[in-house]
């Protein structure tokens, strides 16, 4: 017996989230993705509080002003103030992002779960429908959507969400398929576990790896589609902000050239954001992951 | 043993079939196998590779839905339960997996992965599966700082005790161990096994243990079924099958044990080739492509499984002419 014993009794008191922290601050990446996103998103859900100008403010003595002391990122076309835009706009690009990641990640894994515990026939109906799903043209598919749901924060957010579940249903379909053949899954099913309990007690953690780099990767594309929307008059509607249409200033050739400050705060900050998301989402990735500690 | 047995386990027969897309041949894993578990003992399924015994302890859990046949656990037949009364009897009976790197979850902890069970049978309060869990812990002589570590951190041999609490912690009746000890290291092997036959004793337990190791199988079961296969070859208490086995096939396996003192090397029959695709299994005796005594009649009938001692039957047409050789 005391052959078999480890000889490492380091992390026997500790709980899974401690070790979970511990794997994730080790990982100098990670901390700085969530070195970002921390300020930038009580940057953005603060502003009101330390900003005196409001995102829809007109200011017709400061029509295209630089960067100044009163207007710290200067003011657009019609004078509104480019800093109470920014914040704005990110709220409203996360809020569009992440709401329509998390209805997508629901959605897809519920397909998924379905399509792979659910027997020949049922995953033949239900792949067959997101094959279907996915030969969709995104974009057209986007514009009948759009057009139906129409314009504001909320059918983005539909439109978003049911154009990019499919590929996640198909990832957590492969996934779950080769799980439910692993010993530990038909030792649980010979304990009489239900599919609830397979699905979420064992489904779930061993896909979470799965569901945190496509929120990362997806919460990107959901900004930028966002963004293209917004550009087709079909997203965020004028005058409501959102980093995606304030981008699209960009598409006049003056903007571009002179006024560069209309579109590079947005534009930066969507990089950073995006960046400092994937960043979070590689360390989540491994901190999730148990065995990561044998690397 | 006017009792009735544990588990009665009659014409099962599973064949996979390919997918309604594919064409392919059905594949028959076993066919009409037929034995008893009485309580309190151990029975042995041996056989090579393919030979259906894996199958047939996953049936008896309804792991796998046998295609006919019927498996009754102390009187009801698990083929027909509907899943509310299956969860109920799947308690009553556990499974110890051949791999233990493959049958704990990387996700768990060792004690989330002991009350694992507890919970699915809605043991309550939390402190009385926690209690359980440990109990069965001490069981398997783990310390008890091994409730809040991964199994990542353990060895094969730990991890397999770890495998053997979760099948304890349910305090089941019946416990189907698939090559428990087949993927351990030849000392560990032995120390498990020791185990298992020290639990089987106190706990009175019945067992049905899936092995390919003869010598084995010899220590730790009462009785011992042989498979070739899919299909019962042999069944005979242990005592009596070592002794004296009757078909060719038990034989040629007997012979392959090997001899622990060197020059009492004895007469080796070893059988040439390859168990043959269960898709396409030869016809009468299965046995008979690769059997040295294999004669023209063996490829017409199947051979029934006929009781030649008290509790010792065989299932070979030329038994009696082959009874003075070997």
Known sequence: ?295 | MSEQPLLAVSGLTKHFKPSTFSRGPVVRAIEDVSFEVPRGTVVGLVGESGSGKTTIGRSVLRLVEPTSGAVRFDGVDMTALPPSELRRQRARMQYIFQDPFASLSPRMTIGQILMEGLEIQGMRPREARVARAKAALAAVELPADAFDRYAHEFSGGQRQRIGIARALALEPELIVADEPVSALDVSIQAQIINLLRDLQQRLGLTMLFISHDLAVVEYICDTVIVLYLGRVMEMAPAAELYANPRHPYTRALLSAIPEPVPGRAKQRQVLVGDIPSPANPPSGCVFRTRCPHAAAACANTVPPLDNVAQAHRVACIRREELAGLA
């Open chain 1, 1 to 295: 017996m005391t052959a078999e014993t480890p000889a490492t009794v380091r992390s026997a008191s500790k709980g899974p989230w401690v070790r979970a922290w511990g794997r994730f601050s080790s990982n100098g990446a990670a901390l700085a993705g969530l070195a970002i996103l921390v300020p930038i998103l009580v940057l953005v859900i603060s502003y009101p509080l330390w900003w005196p100008y409001s995102p829809n403010d007109i200011d017709l003595r400061a029509l295209n002003q630089a960067p100044g002391p009163v207007h710290w990122l200067g003011t657009d076309g019609v004078g509104r103030d480019i800093l109470a835009r920014l914040m704005q706009g990110g709220r409203i690009s996360l809020t569009v992002a992440v709401v329509s990641v998390a209805i997508s990640i629901v959605i897809g894994f519920l397909v998924g779960a379905i399509a792979s515990f659910g027997g020949k026939v049922v995953d033949n109906g239900v792949m067959r429908l997101v094959d279907l799903a996915m030969t969709l043209p995104p974009v057209i598919f986007l514009l009948v959507l759009a057009s139906i749901a129409g314009t504001g924060v909320a059918p983005t957010i539909v439109v978003i969400s049911l154009l990019s579940w499919p590929v996640l249903s198909r990832m957590v379909r492969a996934r779950l398929l080769e799980l439910r053949e692993r010993d530990f899954v038909v030792a649980a099913r010979g304990m009489g576990a239900s599919l609830p309990h397979l699905l979420f007690r064992h489904g779930l953690p061993n896909s979470i790896d799965i569901l945190v780099v496509y929120a990362t990767l997806q919460i990107a594309n959901a900004i930028l589609l966002e963004a293209g929307l917004s550009f087709l008059g079909l997203g965020i509607a004028p005058p409501e902000a959102s980093w995606g249409n304030m981008l699209n200033a960009a598409r006049s050739t003056v903007v571009l050239e002179q006024y560069v400050w209309q579109w590079m705060f947005p534009g930066g900050a969507l990089v950073l954001t995006v960046l400092a998301i994937n960043f979070l989402g590689d360390g989540l990735r491994d901190a999730f992951d148990p065995r990561s500690d044998l690397n």
